[in-house]
């Protein structure tokens, strides 16, 4: 068996691309694939061939759908490419990304420029501190503008955007007397023309054209001087006024400490879709962006010593751990991708799960290349790296691994919740069984897609983010399992919560069989009037009121009837409290006091209940000859316009709208501007619901 090579933690880049939809992540990605693996053939998006949407339904819908980690090889150095959605029905994919990745190129439109979901996804990479860089795609386009891209990651974004290439030209041959045609390096002070032959395999490198002399000083003065800003070894500053000349690696090494303690994002430019400018963007992967090295050490729990925190460091000697933070289903069964964050993981060994304090055996692992089909099996894996495995047992999306003697749990990962449902069921009755279990590997993978069956109707209903993420489901139910469905109308998933404060005593008295029964309970139930909070239940009971099993019966009781609330939906915002209790040495019970507890809750909700409706951040990006459609169509749909922004001919109108109102809102936002304006949204807060829709639940019909 071949050994494995040296592993060297400093040569890897975990790295995710994050992008507006339709800003050429896809494309971008096809490159840097085409150019560092010599395998691989270039695929385009328009054609359906790409590798990183290996699945078909991204390929038709020409979005990612699903990450996957893809490793190259640049530099001498193993990139794993990370990639992450850019719809909003997904964000649970870019969050799941984001914390595992350890670094991120920002793509977006260079006419465009920083759209609505650009500023959350960049918003999330700041949550995650996530250090990044910028790369301006489609500088070909007829209305491509650099400059004022940059600007925009500054205002918009608050982002400190240094340029260290420009492009040469601008636009298409249409808009502009000269088109964009290459880009120079402002750091090595060259210009750089690709070769469309060979698909900009061919890199010419030539001397900056004269009239780009001013414009290049001009930059370079601006790098320096955003530099100096923040130079606390003094790389530059000194050599800046003494005049003298700085090596290009000292220039290089300021920008990496920068970037790396995300105090600047270097900004590069080019054009997926012509082959300009994607090697310098691999090259400026490998020396700036963090190695796992220069990221902090990941902090978990450890179980066993009272949740006490603990650091795990990305150094071999230290004992395993890692996160399972992709989990996909193929043909061949389940394929779990792990993010190792210390020590070595061995094939063919047993690990620990702490979160379901369960052992797992660990078979082949494996780097995948985009295509899942292709893989290469590994003896072991170490800490920094990203790889595969198949055939776990019980681990899902989020899980921690580790060495039994040394238990952590790393850091959940929160995933925001469900707003819509929809029933479901089997086309043909025969396949019931097969449903369920294809409904509980979807919800392994992605555990912001959920399903239950209605205590009512006993129907099976399936809930999500959104419609498209629903409908996604559906066609994989299709396609990969071959499972025909029928499902009903989408429903928003509302939330119920307590008008009034109340104090009740909860109480179990009755005879089971032949066994007598008895609890006492007084709960105080408050609306915390905060937003989107949990239910959560506090014990305020003198010592020796109530035994402690009795106690935690109690406490469970509660937890348990407060998920649902008396429409059947969730309950929000309520908070009990435990203030009193009574118990007799010989009927009370665990069951009792559950029943207790179920009693009170019962009776605060009684005529106590508000319902609260999901109220989405709307956002529609329009040509601005149409805001006047827009705006009055959300004036039909309960909506308000929140704020406006123009920019030349385009205007971005932020709303918030009851979700209940857009369910057809992606069509109608398309004839409402002859197909050219685009909406996305995603859940602001849960507001109370109009009458007539609480009416609707208790007289339907
Ligand atoms: P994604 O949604 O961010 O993955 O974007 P895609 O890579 O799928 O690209 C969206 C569309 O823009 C496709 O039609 C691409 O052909 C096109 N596109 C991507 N990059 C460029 C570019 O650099 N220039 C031009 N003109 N079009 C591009
Ligand atoms: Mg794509």
Redesign the pocket.
Known sequence: MAKTPAFDISRIRNIGII????????????HLLFYAQSKHRLG???QGTTDT?FDPEEQQR???IYSACVPLTWNNCTINLIDTP?HVDFTAEVERSLRVLDGAVC?FDAQKGVEAQSETVWRQANKYSVPRMVFV?????VGANFDAVVEQVRERLAGNPIPISMPIGEGSQKDSLEPFRGIIDLIGQKALYFDAGDMGKTVRVEAIPADYLDRVAAHREKLFDLLSQHDEKDLLTTRLLEGSEIPIETIRQAIREQTIARVIQPVLC?????HIGIQPLLDAITWYLPTPLDRPPVVGLNPRKDNKEEKRRPDLKEPFCGLVFKLISSDHGEIFYIRIYSGTLKANSRVYNPGRDGKEVVGKLFHVFADPGIREDLPEAYAGDIIATMGLKDAVTGDTLCETQHPIVLEEIVFAEAVVSQSIEPDSTADKQKMLDTLNRLNREDPTFLYKQDGETGQMLMSGMGTLHLEVKVHRMERDYRLKVRVGKPRVSYRETISRDRRIEGECIRMAGTTQLYAKLTVEFKNEFRENVPTSVTMKLKPGILPPPLMAAAERGLRGALTSGTLGFPLLNVHATVIGGHFDEVTSSEVAFEAAANDAVLKALEGNVVLLEPVMKVNVNTPSEFVGNVVADLGTRRGSVDHMDSRGPITDVVASVPLARLFDYADRVRSLSQGRAAATMELKAYEPAPEDVLRGFYNPG
Request: aromatic residues 0%; glycine residues 20%.
């Open positions: 992008a507006h939809i339709d800003a050429g992540k896809t494309t971008t990605t096809e385009g998006v328009d949407d020409g979005i990612t850019g793509v795609n489609k500088m070909d386009v080019g054009s997926g879709r012509e």
